[in-house]
């Protein structure tokens, strides 16, 4: 069983920055990944980043690319996401996940432990 703990997150202006971290709690493999999702509202939940627990390895959507940065401390079981030049469009709630043995990380429906999700404003 996994246990996530979210943080972070809050209001910021465009072109600002922001930093998330997701505290986990509970037996962990090489073979884990964690990933940050987000929901807008009236929209589906999609894709942010998302990191192996070991041995690195990083994935990001195409619209985070050069702008956020998902990162791990082992030591502390923590993940974060590091958000930077944010846009208004960036606004949403901001889910930690994590999976295990995951065929495509991208894919939601695979991630089987979830957080709560703090809420991210970006004000124009």
């Known amino acids: 069983q996994v246990h996530l703990v979210e943080s972070g997150g809050g209001l910021a202006q465009a072109g600002g920055s922001l930093r998330l971290s997701c505290a986990a709690s509970g037996r962990f493999f090489s073979n884990y990944v964690g990933a940050w999702f987000r929901q807008a509202p009236g929209k589906e939940r999609e894709f942010v980043a998302a990191?192996?627990?070991?041995?690195?390895?990083?994935y990001y959507a195409d619209f985070v690319k050069g702008r956020f940065s998902i990162s791990r401390d082992n030591a502390k079981n923590t993940v974060y996401l590091q958000m930077n030049s944010l846009k208004p469009e960036d606004t949403a709630v901001y889910y930690c996940a994590v999976g295990v043995g995951l065929s495509r990380w991208s894919d939601a429906a695979l991630y089987k432990y979830w957080g709560r999700g703090p809420q991210v404003t970006v004000s124009s």
């Open positions: 990191i192996r627990w070991s041995g690195g390895g990083t």
